[in-house]
């Protein structure tokens, strides 16, 4: 079994797991096509200000990554599916961890919800509050920029491993953002 090891700032190793690649079920291409709402308190916002944080988020890292030379990821449903998830999760339950609070983990995440991949990573941020109006952009920014700041988030976003993303986002009842990443092959 091939390992791959990312170390986040919180202490956390993250390790690939091996098995056979069969494929996303759904892809789509990365435009950069957005239209900004505002943001409602709580987690009460549209589904399509979600979309749009989400989408931002990954045109944004293939902009770090495209500065660098990198292929372009290609955004995946089932990926947002994973990533998002585990955002609302967070959010939902007010906590901040790369384990969710019934012991899942990126690749037992994976898994459940039908991901077939030969290696994956996962980033998650958590930023705010912001304020009530808030833009999708200003949003999807700070998440992006808190994972650019840190050696091993940024390691995962310009690793050459990857071939494919998936992003998740919610708000808590504060407006405070929780962001995921996951990476896979």
Not at 92 to 100: A, I, L, Q, V
Not at 107 to 122: C, K, P, Q, V
Not at 147 to 168: A, C, F, L, Q
């Given at each position: 079994?091939?390992?791959?090891?990312?170390i986040?700032v919180?202490g956390l190793?993250?390790?690939?797991?091996k098995k056979?690649?069969v494929?996303?079920?759904v892809?789509?291409?990365?435009d950069?096509?957005?239209h900004?709402?505002?943001v409602?308190?709580?987690?009460t916002?549209?589904?399509s200000?979600?979309?749009?944080?989400?989408?931002l988020?990954?045109?944004?890292?293939?902009?770090?990554?495209?500065a660098?030379?990198?292929?372009?990821?290609i955004?995946?449903i089932?990926?947002?599916?994973?990533?998002?998830s585990?955002?609302?999760?967070?959010?939902?339950?007010n906590?901040?961890?790369?384990?969710?609070q019934?012991?899942?983990?990126?690749?037992?995440?994976?898994?459940?919800?039908?991901?077939?991949f030969?290696g994956?990573?996962?980033?998650?941020?958590?930023?705010?509050?912001?304020?009530?109006g808030s833009?999708?952009?200003?949003?999807?920014?700070?998440?992006?920029?808190?994972?650019?700041?840190?050696?091993g988030?940024?390691?995962?976003m310009?690793s050459t491993?990857?071939?494919?993303?998936?992003?998740?986002?919610?708000?808590d009842?504060?407006?405070?953002?929780?962001?995921?990443?996951i990476?896979?092959?």
């Amino acid at each position: 079994m091939k390992k791959l090891i990312y170390i986040c700032v919180f202490g956390l190793a993250l390790a690939s797991c091996k098995k056979e690649f069969v494929g996303p079920e759904v892809e789509f291409p990365i435009d950069t096509a957005y239209h900004n709402s505002p943001v409602n308190s709580g987690n009460t916002q549209s589904l399509s200000f979600n979309s749009q944080v989400e989408r931002l988020i990954a045109i944004k890292t293939n902009e770090v990554r495209s500065a660098l030379g990198r292929d372009t990821l290609i955004q995946t449903i089932i990926g947002d599916s994973i990533a998002s998830s585990h955002s609302m999760d967070m959010a939902d339950n007010n906590y901040f961890s790369h384990t969710g609070q019934n012991g899942s983990t990126p690749w037992s995440r994976a898994f459940d919800l039908g991901l077939s991949f030969s290696g994956l990573g996962e980033n998650i941020a958590k930023r705010g509050p912001y304020p009530i109006g808030s833009e999708a952009e200003l949003v999807a920014s700070g998440l992006v920029g808190v994972w650019v700041n840190s050696p091993g988030h940024y390691s995962n976003m310009i690793s050459t491993d990857w071939k494919y993303i998936g992003v998740g986002f919610a708000f808590d009842s504060d407006n405070v953002a929780y962001g995921t990443q996951i990476f896979y092959y």
